[in-house]
DNA sequence: TATATACGAAACTCTAAAGTTCCGGATATC
DNA sequence: GATATCCGGAACTTTAGAGTTTCGTATATA
């Protein structure tokens, strides 16, 4: 019997799809995003900075939601490492383990990624739902865990609401790039470890 | 010698602007502002939505933007009142009295109307100006004045930072609206004050 | 080598919304 | 009562951007 592939029936003549551009476009996407925010977005400006034309970008993506979507998606794969995390036997090591200057520069820049994004949120839900996965999922989780061994080894309060503590560094984050406009400093994250989480969890100094 | 007014010579003839539309437009403005979002709202929508023809809006306000600012403005007036701040005797007293069902309701409707106008922040001075105005300072400043009478009375630890400790409630509040799009309840509110604010400032329960 | 598709670039269509003008009717001044 | 401006409503012009098509060229299969 013949090859039968009724579902998406490849073509065999003519020059391949170069992959390799989904990757720039992608990329692209998410520059114009930052800058001008979605609506603020056309097609054209993505496909200039990516040095395409609107219909290779049209080829792959059906709409502009859909070219979006799949750009914010993307974004998960630089997401914290949940398997990699650090133990350093203090909760205030493996909190400033987490914040050194490259995690810190591109939490800002999704952040202002998501910036554009966020009138969107309201409007589709599969925006806030891509949106909780890159940018508040995997912060959480991460710290969830380390906050979980901090109480196994008994350095925090036992009655401390860590679901709300866990979202204390992104809520402050997220405040800070989306409404105050200001860079996101480890000063600024220190203080919050130091004067806020720490404390409110019940670690001693 | 006769009246000289050089400056915007009223005209002394014709049918006066009814400027009570003034509030109903700038009404209408903020609800269509908090359903669908700065990009999403057209003119006609806001002249619908007040019962006035679009010729009116643009009587009154030369462009888009600057009626949206205008309307964003407005707000700060239903801010908290500084000069009647709640004083219980207690931090946690005073901090719960804020969190009265209609405040909540207000800052909810506030954030949903700041959803909207996220994206222009970035795009535009004036916006984050305004923002802030409306939206953070009204709020930091009252928590300030709440925090540092229980620093005078020696209810709080003498090195808390009060300066983050003040955007602790506003950053919760905003991240669960604006990026988690749930509801601002009591419980909520509840758990941030006891789960985080007052621990966090070493007042002992 | 013929064919089919990809590419970048540009021309093109279509639609929606900003902003303007005009209408008939109302309300004010002189 | 003549005139000027307001009102809501609707027709209108203009512009910008989404999405499509076309063109000359490049690259793949058969």
Same mark, same amino acid.
């Given at each position: 019997m013949t090859q039968s592939k009724l579902v998406d029936p490849k073509p065999k003549l003519g020059r391949k799809r170069d992959h390799t551009r989904d990757a720039e476009i992608l990329e692209a996407t998410l520059d114009v995003l930052a800058e001008t925010g979605y609506d603020g977005m056309t097609i054209e400006m993505v496909a200039a900075r990516a040095r395409a034309g609107k219909a290779t970008v049209y080829r792959r993506w059906p709409s502009k939601p859909e070219l979006v979507l799949d750009a914010v998606a993307g974004?998960? @794969? +630089?997401?914290?490492d949940l398997d990699a *995390?650090? &133990?350093?036997? +203090?909760l205030r090591g493996d909190l400033l383990a987490l914040i050194k200057a490259p995690t810190l520069r591109e939490s800002e820049h999704k952040l202002k990624i998501m910036t554009g994004i966020i009138s969107m949120i309201a409007r589709n839900p599969e925006f806030a739902a891509a949106t909780r996965a890159v940018l508040v999922e995997p912060r959480v989780s991460a710290n969830r865990i380390l906050f979980r061994r901090a109480l196994d080894r008994g350095e925090?309060?036992? &009655? @401390?609401d860590i679901d709300r503590l866990c979202m204390v560094g992104p809520a402050m984050v997220a405040f800070r790039v989306l409404? *105050?406009?200001q860079p996101v400093t480890r000063e600024f994250m220190l203080s919050i470890i130091d004067g806020i989480v720490l404390p409110a969890a019940g670690v001693r100094p």
């Amino acid at each position: 019997m013949t090859q039968s592939k009724l579902v998406d029936p490849k073509p065999k003549l003519g020059r391949k799809r170069d992959h390799t551009r989904d990757a720039e476009i992608l990329e692209a996407t998410l520059d114009v995003l930052a800058e001008t925010g979605y609506d603020g977005m056309t097609i054209e400006m993505v496909a200039a900075r990516a040095r395409a034309g609107k219909a290779t970008v049209y080829r792959r993506w059906p709409s502009k939601p859909e070219l979006v979507l799949d750009a914010v998606a993307g974004m998960k @794969a +630089t997401a914290v490492d949940l398997d990699a *995390l650090p &133990d350093t036997g +203090t909760l205030r090591g493996d909190l400033l383990a987490l914040i050194k200057a490259p995690t810190l520069r591109e939490s800002e820049h999704k952040l202002k990624i998501m910036t554009g994004i966020i009138s969107m949120i309201a409007r589709n839900p599969e925006f806030a739902a891509a949106t909780r996965a890159v940018l508040v999922e995997p912060r959480v989780s991460a710290n969830r865990i380390l906050f979980r061994r901090a109480l196994d080894r008994g350095e925090i309060s036992p &009655d @401390a609401d860590i679901d709300r503590l866990c979202m204390v560094g992104p809520a402050m984050v997220a405040f800070r790039v989306l409404v *105050l406009q200001q860079p996101v400093t480890r000063e600024f994250m220190l203080s919050i470890i130091d004067g806020i989480v720490l404390p409110a969890a019940g670690v001693r100094p």
